[in-house]
Structures are given as structure tokens and as C-alpha cells.
């Protein structure tokens, strides 16, 4: 168990739709990470949160948005839903945000999204 | 910019015998290098990781070691067992960068009993 909680665990929606997944990152970690995984893209980084800012963006849609909250958690919003949406999402937490050392990034369970 | 490559998969392999799974990688900076491990239907687990050169990361007999020279980070474990069958995911990190976090395509590893 790496200590970050992802809710929900499964998610099924239809096309046009729009969800929230939400995740807890460990205790103590201000860093929060968003990243999509499909089939055939592999593991691929949409957007990072330290201490409740946006840090850094990857290939994150617009049709998607984020946010971390003063209590640390982070919620992905995903609207305008379409079948390629399809992936599993993992958030991720690290203590800090880089500067002058790396910090390990623990990953959750994963919310499987499936658009019908 | 920063990238890693890993050896593609599948890859299918008798119980007890080794691994070797590439990667290497591209960075501007000083990165850290780690392996995730990914078990069927859950998320990605740490499995070791080395944060400057020469560094040897270890853990449940698998051992990496970062490579400057080479630029490359191999996972090698001497034995594998059933239980090993996942996919791997090499990945830098670059701390200049808001340790922004770089994905191999991952390698999936069979191992038959």
C-alpha cells in the first residue's frame, strides 16, 4: 500500500459526459501527479500540483482541468467525455517538487474510466 | 529534452532464469533514474532507484545501475520466479525540472513456470 488513495476504482459514463476523479496524496506529501494510461500511449503525464499550484503541465486536453485544495487532495476533471478517454488514471505524490533533489513519486490504485 | 527508452516487450522467460530488460535515457541535467514495477489491475510500485551516477538501486533481487557513461540504467535480476510476471517501467526524474517525471513505453515480462 503506498498510502495514496484514488476514488473511484471503476467509473463507466457515456460520451459528453463529465467526471471527477479525486485522489489523496500520502500524508505529509505537498506534490500531487496526474497521469493517463492507455493501451497504446503507455504512461503519459498530464499535469503536477505543489502545495495547492499548478507546477507543470504535460499533454493534458483542454477539455480536462485540475486543482489541488488547501487539504492537499487533488481532483482531475474530465468533460466533453469521448471513447478515446478510455484509460486507466493514476495519481502520484511526492513530498516536494524537485529543486535540489528528487523525490520518489508514490502511485495510487488507478480509477479505470471506461466512455460508452 | 529528457526521454527514456526501454527494450520492448514481451518479453518470455522459463522460472529461474535471468532478466536483463534495457533502458536508457536522454537528460540535460543531473536526472535520478528509477524502475516501477506494475502487477496485473493495480497501479505502478517503486521498485528501485539510483540518484547519481554509479549508484547500484536494489530490492527483491532485482539491481539496476546508473550508467553516465552509457546512459543507461539496465534491470537484471539473476532468478526470475512466476510471481516476477508484470510490466516494468524504466523513468527518469529531473529535479531542475519540479521532478517532473519521464516514462519508458514499459516491458512486459511472462515468466512460465
Known amino acids: 500500500d503506498s498510502g495514496v488513495t484514488q476514488t473511484p476504482k471503476h467509473l463507466i459514463t457515456a460520451t459528453g459526459q463529465r467526471v471527477t476523479l479525486r485522489c489523496s496524496p500520502r500524508?505529509?506529501?505537498?506534490?500531487v501527479y496526474w497521469y493517463q494510461q492507455s493501451l497504446d500511449q503507455g504512461l503519459q503525464f498530464l499535469i503536477q500540483y505543489y502545495n495547492g499550484e499548478e507546477r507543470a503541465k504535460g499533454n493534458i486536453l483542454e477539455r480536462f482541468s485540475a486543482q489541488q485544495f488547501p487539504d492537499l487532495h487533488s481532483e482531475l476533471n474530465l468533460s466533453s467525455l469521448e471513447l478515446g478517454d478510455s484509460a486507466l488514471y493514476f495519481c502520484?505524490?511526492?513530498?516536494?517538487?524537485?529543486?535540489?533533489?528528487?523525490?520518489?513519486?508514490?502511485f495510487g490504485p488507478g480509477t479505470r474510466l471506461t466512455v460508452l | 529534452g529528457d526521454s527514456v527508452t526501454q527494450m520492448e516487450g514481451p518479453v518470455t522467460l522459463s522460472e529461474e532464469a535471468f532478466l536483463t530488460i534495457n533502458c536508457t535515457y536522454t537528460a540535460t541535467g543531473y536526472p535520478s533514474l528509477f524502475w516501477y514495477v506494475q502487477y496485473p489491475g493495480e497501479g505502478l510500485q517503486l521498485l528501485l532507484k539510483?540518484?547519481?551516477?554509479?549508484d547500484k538501486g536494489s530490492n527483491k533481487g532485482f539491481e539496476a545501475t546508473y550508467r553516465k557513461e552509457t546512459t543507461s540504467f539496465h534491470l537484471e535480476k539473476g532468478s526470475v520466479q512466476v510471481s516476477d510476471s508484470a510490466v516494468y517501467f524504466c523513468?527518469?526524474?529531473?529535479?531542475?525540472?519540479?521532478?517532473?517525471?519521464?516514462f519508458g513505453s514499459g516491458t512486459k515480462l511472462n515468466v512460465k513456470p
Open positions: 523513468a527518469l526524474s529531473d529535479p531542475g525540472n519540479f521532478n517532473k517525471f519521464y
Open positions: 502520484a505524490s511526492s513530498l516536494r517538487t524537485g529543486g535540489t533533489s528528487t523525490d520518489t513519486q508514490y
Open positions: 539510483a540518484t547519481k551516477a554509479d
Open positions: 500524508s505529509g506529501d505537498l506534490s
